[in-house]
């Protein structure tokens, strides 16, 4: 089953705007990761954020986390015509690998 | 670092035939998994390898697929006899531990025709 479930499935955005994209999981963690896949590529890592923190920063993204309400979103600012690409989560849960989501799409129009 | 290495990166054969992808993880990395994306199903982990042992090989959808990592810097994907459903990119990612940052190859594009 799903750990991470990423919302929405889709996101549209004008270059420039603020795209939030959020991720729900269902059993504790030790960390959640956010990942980038490019249309064709690999999965690139973006960041990680232990259960112990709540607030994260890198470059243009910020990630949050909230244990009691088990979930996370990813803040990309001031977004580029090349932040276009899917989004996912991912979690460790309790079974010591990580579980990702479906992902989110995100395109941003030039 | 070359980064995680996968051949072949595009592979079209005929129904019936054994498909065999590879996979060379980062070196120093203890884990190394294999997925497989469809748009239907997302990103599924098939199995994945700690220390050269398969840990937990329970995405594996039937006994058509099979993996192997002989040594740490080596890994294979064998489907026997491949089906039109198995169509899919199949990713290869190390970790310094399994639940550490993952590494991803650029994919196997799959095709059965």
């Known amino acids: 089953s799903q750990q991470g479930e990423e919302d929405p499935q889709a996101l549209s955005i004008q270059e420039g705007e603020n795209a939030t994209m959020n991720c729900s999981y269902k059993?504790?963690?030790?960390?959640l990761q956010w990942y980038r896949q490019n249309s064709g590529r690999g999965l690139v890592h973006l960041i990680l954020i232990r259960s112990n923190e709540r607030e994260k920063h890198s470059g243009r993204l910020r990630v949050t986390l909230d244990t009691s309400k088990k979930s996370s979103s990813l803040l990309i600012t001031a977004s580029r015509a090349a932040d276009t690409a899917s989004y996912f989560c991912?979690?460790?849960?309790?079974?010591?690998?990580?579980?990702f989501g479906k992902g989110t799409l995100l395109t941003v129009n030039p | 670092d070359a980064g995680v290495i996968q051949s072949p990166r595009h592979e079209v054969t005929e129904m019936g035939q054994e498909v065999t992808l590879r996979c060379k993880p980062i070196s120093g990395h203890n884990s190394l998994f294999w997925y497989r994306q469809t748009m239907m199903r997302g990103l599924e982990l098939l199995i994945y390898f700690n220390n050269n042992v398969p840990i937990d090989d329970s995405g594996m959808p039937e006994d058509r697929f099979s993996a192997k990592m002989p040594n740490a810097s080596f890994s294979t994907l064998k489907i026997q006899p491949s089906e039109p459903r198995d169509s899919a990119v199949y990713f290869c990612?190390?970790?310094?531990?399994?639940?550490?940052?993952?590494?991803f190859g650029p994919g196997t594009r799959l095709t059965v025709l």
């Open positions: 991912a979690t460790d849960g309790s079974n010591y690998k990580l579980t």
């Open positions: 990612a190390s970790s310094l531990g399994s639940q550490d940052t993952q590494y």
């Open positions: 059993t504790s963690i030790n960390n």
